[in-house]
Structure formats: structure tokens, C-alpha cells
T-cell receptor, first 111, second 113 residues
């Protein structure tokens, strides 16, 4: 079975600083990759996805993630974070129509 | 287009009772999945339904059950509630394609006292 690892459970960062949230998965065979964001007392919202094509994918609010097949990674980055980015971020893999989620990374943006 | 709707948003039950949670998927989505989210265990997959049939199942006891209706709406039921069942229960729907993302509702917060 597929597994998804988010090594950092919490990432504190100051506003306007860059951030990287790491995600590794166990197999690169036929996977589709996603990042979700969850704000308090809400469900998960799709942030971005990699299905095929360019290995660099971007979201509308400045996040980007790069698919690295050789390292089986899909790290999420943002060059300059805002207070409003404070949330929990989940990496997910769809492998043969089954979803596998990481344990989540809480991003805490400080003023 | 309306998103995934879950009702109720909050529930308080006592141990031993049973509870039914409801989920209306995005129009046209035929796959509905349920997840349990707790601070200690994170996001755990309960089951997935497609065309009224359970297609995938996670590692939960038989007290957790679900069903899907012909209009794709889904319900999950938890019988003989335990304190450890307190959690946020999330429903997600998707197109039935391998590269389709899940679309989540805002969840039902269940508290068992």
C-alpha cells in the first residue's frame, strides 16, 4: 500500500518569510499528487494538484509544488507567507483510485 | 455549483447511543468517501461508496456503517457510541476518474459524553 510522509508536524515562520512543507510518498508508480489546506473548523480544500505534464504546479494564492519522481517528493513552497496562510496542510496521493493522506503540517505564521 | 453539504454541523451524544450523519455530494459526483479526523490519529479513511455500493473500506469496527442512495447522497451511522468516537467526520465526493481530486464538506463535529 501507498504511504505518505509529512515529516514536519509543525512549521513556525515569520510573515513574509519563505516556507517549504515537505511531502514524500512511497511509490512513484501511477500516482496523482495533491495538496489540501484546512482552516479551523472547516473541511479540506484543494490547494493544487499534479496529474501530468509540467512538474511544477501553482495555486492561485502563490503556493507552488514540484513533483520529483526520482526522490518521490512533492514539496509545497511559498516565497512569502501571510498571516492568513496559517492553517494545516495535507499532502495526498491517489494511487489506483485510492487516496492516501499524510499526517498534516501545521503552518503557523507569526507577525 | 453547490459544494459538498454535511448535516448536522455539530452533534452531542452520550455513550451507547447511535448517530446518523448525512452528506450530499456535488452534483454529478457518484463517489462519496468518509473520513474520521482526530488530533491524535489524524485523517483516517472509513469507507467509500460508488453507485450505492461500498467500494473500499478502512480499518474501523462494524459499529461504523454507511450507505449511499440512488441520488448519490450518503449517510454514515455509528452505533453504540464510545468516547473515542468524538471526532470531526468529513465527507468527500469526486468524479469517478483516477485523477479526480476529492472535494470535502465542512464536516460534522461529533462529541460523545
Amino acid at each position: 500500500a501507498q504511504s505518505v510522509t509529512q515529516l514536519d508536524s509543525q512549521v513556525p515562520v515569520f510573515e513574509e518569510a519563505p516556507v517549504e512543507l515537505r511531502c514524500n510518498y512511497s511509490s512513484s508508480v501511477s500516482v496523482y499528487l495533491f495538496w489540501y489546506v484546512q482552516y479551523p473548523n472547516q473541511g479540506l480544500q484543494l490547494l493544487l494538484k499534479y496529474l501530468s505534464g509540467s512538474t511544477l504546479v501553482e495555486s492561485i494564492n502563490g503556493f507552488e509544488a514540484e513533483f520529483n519522481k526520482s526522490q518521490t517528493s512533492f514539496h509545497l513552497r511559498k516565497p512569502s507567507v501571510h498571516i492568513s496562510d496559517t492553517a494545516e496542510y495535507f499532502c495526498a496521493v491517489n494511487n489506483f483510485n485510492k487516496f492516501y493522506f499524510g499526517s498534516g503540517t501545521k503552518l503557523n505564521v507569526k507577525p | 455549483k453547490a459544494g459538498v453539504t454535511q448535516t448536522p454541523r455539530y452533534l452531542i451524544k452520550t455513550r451507547g447511543q447511535q448517530v446518523t450523519l448525512s452528506c450530499s455530494p456535488i452534483s454529478g459526483h457518484r463517489s462519496v468517501s468518509w473520513y474520521q479526523q482526530t488530533p491524535g490519529q489524524g485523517l483516517q479513511f472509513l469507507f467509500e461508496y460508488f453507485s450505492e455500493t461500498q467500494r473500499n473500506k478502512g480499518n474501523f469496527p462494524g459499529r461504523f456503517s454507511g450507505r449511499q442512495f440512488s441520488n448519490s447522497r450518503s449517510e454514515m451511522n455509528v452505533s453504540t457510541l464510545e468516547l473515542g468516537d468524538s471526532a470531526l467526520y468529513l465527507c468527500a465526493s469526486s468524479w469517478d476518474r483516477t485523477n479526480s481530486p476529492l472535494h470535502f464538506g465542512n464536516g460534522t463535529r461529533l462529541t460523545v459524553t
